[in-house]
């Protein structure tokens, strides 16, 4: 049972809750249920860190902070060439303090406005030039007008595409990987601009939300082998699949004795087409001809916080339906997220929502926008 997985969680949350009919809650509602506690666990806990990266306007002091971030753990300037360690101040430190521009030396996050303040205002904006040529999605090698005024290694921008790269020659970036910090890859036509990320911030992250439930049609697959052939499935269509979701063979339970929730998981490896795609390890049951399945994606966090999760998702559901047992399951999401943050947390972690120096709480209060009820 591995509780990182939306499908494992929605069949927990019935077991425990007694209505696997689904007559209280859609499926819908359920995951509903799980991206709500897994938001307020990740602001609690400020567990779920990543990079981001910006690039520099000159004369600009204020950037828009990507929509998924809470807040950062730290920030460089020109990571490669000079390496500058931008430090936090307050928001009311920053503004008191007169524009100038030059080398940012502190930063401040605006967390009303979602923006980053800097001073000084970058002097200069970041480095950029041109592609040559066009570029599908899968190349890992881009060629461009020249790479002078790049860092030997970074991130660049095309169009809506972040692309990190670890090396570079006169006219290439090399070693380069797709589709960064929830990016997707995209083909790029020649002579598009091709922008230097010279800010890279580590960052405090919402977790993505588990919305995968895919069972349409029917699948077959031979034992020891990793091919997966379907019926009337769409998997390479809309990115209705994708690489590195799970696969499993039989279907959500639906009554108190069902016993077709899928024993063993196996990740996906590619996708060829709408009704055929490879599994990363060979299946191992018993071959099937035309079974039922299901496709479900992967939550953020590590599976050893997933009983946290699941209990945070059965407060919700017994607050919706005003139940008195509501007040003892919260007090038990509250005990475990403490003994998670304990083990999870770096000793140098610092609370996202409070300023250097405030005493530590359990931090704010549950985030409205992504919860079908707010009771905490």
């Known amino acids: 049972m591995d509780l990182s997985l939306a499908a494992v969680r ?5 077991r425990r809750f007694a209505e696997l009919s689904a007559t209280q809650f859609s499926n819908r509602q359920v995951l509903q249920f799980c991206h709500a506690a897994e938001m307020d666990f990740a602001r609690r806990t400020a567990s779920l860190t990543d990079a981001r990266s910006l690039a520099t306007v000159a004369n600009q002091q204020k950037y828009d902070l990507p929509e998924d971030v809470l807040g950062l753990k730290n920030l ?17 430190q920053i503004v008191q303090v007169p524009y100038r521009t030059g080398t940012p030396d502190w930063y401040a996050l605006m967390q009303a406005q979602r923006q980053l303040m800097l001073h000084p205002a970058p002097s200069a904006a970041a480095a950029t030039t041109t592609l040559t040529g066009d570029h ?84 077959a697959v031979t034992t020891v ?17 994708a690489v590195g979701d799970w696969f499993g063979v039989g279907s959500l339970e639906t009554t108190p004795t069902g016993a077709t929730f899928p024993l063993v998981w196996y990740k996906i490896d590619s996708i060829a087409s709408d009704t055929s795609l490879t599994l990363e390890l060979a299946y191992r049951e018993a071959t099937e001809t035309a079974g039922s399945y299901l496709i479900t994606d992967q939550s953020s966090f590590p599976e050893d916080v997933g009983e946290c999760i699941l209990v945070g998702m059965l407060s919700l559901g017994l607050f919706a339906v005003r139940s008195p047992l509501y007040t003892v399951k919260k007090a038990e999401y509250l005990e475990l997220v403490q003994s998670g943050r304990t083990s999870l947390m770096p000793d140098d972690w610092l609370p996202v929502n409070r300023p250097r120096g405030a005493a530590e709480s359990l931090g704010p209060e549950f985030d409205n926008d992504y919860a079908p009820v707010a009771p905490w």
Do not use: M
Request: glycine share 8%; net charge positive; hydrophobic share 35%.
């Open 10 to 14: 929605v069949q927990q949350f019935r």
């Open 76 to 92: 460089t300037f020109d990571p490669v060439n000079q390496h500058q360690k931008v430090w936090e101040v307050s928001e009311q």
């Open 136 to 219: 599908t999605i899968s190349v890992t090698t881009l060629t461009v007008a020249a790479t002078t005024s790049f860092g030997s290694r970074g991130r660049v921008k095309i169009d809506d595409e972040i692309i990190s790269y670890t090396a570079t020659t006169a006219t290439t970036l090399t070693g380069c990987l797709r589709g960064q910090e929830g990016t997707v890859a995209a083909t790029h036509a020649g002579a598009a601009t091709v922008t230097w990320q010279n800010l890279e911030a580590q960052c405090f992250v919402k977790p993505k939300p588990l919305t995968k439930l895919y069972a349409a049609g029917t699948i």
């Open 225 to 241: 082998t990793k091919t997966v052939t379907g019926t009337s499935t769409v998997w390479n269509t809309g990115n209705t699949v």
